[in-house]
């Protein structure tokens, strides 16, 4: 079985979705899976890209939801795949998505997931399921704390329950993950942050009211 | 001031707006050369606060919508949602807001920049949308909505540009 997983963050590296699917690799396990990565980074594909894309079973997405939304730059991309699959007719392939956001509800990510799912139906490809995930603050954790671990103890099941439907080629409704952790933390951490990274622009941090 | 931002070539935009906008403190953003993709840099917050970090023409964004009293965008739909060069615009747009949080209608949302607060108008287009597509994008433009602030916004479909004519 032939899986892609697609990273569609605009960061070329250190991205929470590279985070995300290095540590969703482990669980798609067996003999026979044969794993193609790519980074959807800029907002078109090249042939090379497509060319990778087109003999596989199952497409895995993974992106940090934009303004509610698909990133732009990824709705590029999207739409040139379109163009090629729907040329493609025939071979039955699978698509899953998992989106990542900063706030603490991973239901903001249910658009994004829908989206996919219409994307899905106009490229003539299968929807196989979603993974929504909030508190994407807390994603950079991954690089000491693994799935099953800490706050991210329901991910194991999240992530074990995804690469199941992926593996048996089926589908499924979506997954809500949202980190171990209460809001009205995550909520101050958060904002303790942004006054750590303004002052490390040097910058005060009544500069973050800053208006025009 | 009205802020329109669309993706309507030349000869369409000319058909629902004959007379000059600008005549009427109306601010139009529309596919004018290259416009960047947001990096997902947070430079709009941390590095230049209130600015996009990448000048080209789409950089001021925040400003522009700390200004406007009304908000319109006609879009075509795609999946749902808003097409590329709209959702380009809105996604290079969030120096507008804050990076705290605040808790709206009992979710996690960014805590405003500015105060004024505006209309929000979005007309989709499209020979074939499809009802779920609908039903995606009258959610979306909900979602951004709430994410405004904006206490009053409408969401209308048209098959394509004929339709939309007198409309605005």
């Avoid at chain 1, 706050?151 to 997954?175: D, G, H, V, Y």
Wanted: some cysteine; proline content about 4%.
């Amino acid at each position: 079985m032939k899986i892609a997983l697609i990273n569609g963050s605009p960061k070329k590296k250190d991205s929470a979705s590279g985070l995300v699917l290095e540590n969703f690799k482990a669980f798609l396990t067996g003999d026979d899976q044969i794993i193609t990565e790519l980074h959807f980074y800029r907002p078109q594909i090249t042939t090379e890209e497509v060319g990778k894309l087109m003999d596989c079973d199952a497409l895995v997405f993974a992106f940090p939801l934009y303004v509610d939304a698909i990133p732009s730059h990824l709705l590029r991309c999207l739409r040139q795949l379109e163009w090629v699959f729907t040329a493609l007719n025939g071979r039955e392939i699978l698509v899953y998505t998992i989106v990542n956001c900063g706030f603490y509800e991973s239901q903001h990510n249910e658009l994004a997931i829908e989206m996919m799912k219409n994307w899905s139906v106009r490229a003539g490809l299968k929807w196989g399921q979603g993974l929504a995930i909030g508190t994407g603050g807390m994603l950079n954790m991954l690089e000491n704390i693994k799935p099953g671990q800490g706050p991210f103890k329901k991910m194991k099941k999240a992530f074990k329950q995804l690469a199941n439907q992926i593996l048996t080629r089926s589908s499924a409704e979506t997954i809500y993950f949202t980190a171990s952790f209460p809001r009205f933390l995550y909520k101050l951490g958060g904002e303790a942050g942004w006054r750590k990274a303004i002052k490390e622009n040097g910058l005060k941090k009544k500069d973050l009211f800053l208006q025009k | 001031m009205r802020l329109i931002l669309c993706d309507l070539e030349s000869a369409d935009l000319h058909r629902l707006f004959p007379q000059p906008l600008d005549e009427n403190g109306t601010i139009l953003i529309k596919k004018d050369g290259k416009i960047h993709n947001c990096l997902g840099c947070f430079g709009c917050w941390v590095k230049t606060p209130g600015a996009c970090v990448i000048r080209d023409q789409y950089g001021d964004m925040g400003e522009q919508l700390a200004k406007c009293s009304e908000l319109l965008i006609i879009s075509q739909c795609y999946y749902g949602g808003f097409s590329p060069f709209v959702k380009n615009v809105l996604d290079r747009s969030i120096p507008y807001i804050h990076p705290y949080f605040v808790i709206r209608n009992g979710r996690m949302h960014h805590r405003r920049r500015y105060k004024n607060h505006f209309p929000l108008q979005v007309w989709f287009y499209g020979e074939d949308i499809s009802a779920t597509e609908k039903q995606t994008a009258k959610k979306v433009v909900e979602a951004n909505a709430i994410n405004y602030d904006c206490q009053i916004y409408s969401v209308s479909f048209a098959p394509g540009i004929t339709e939309m004519e007198g409309q605005f």
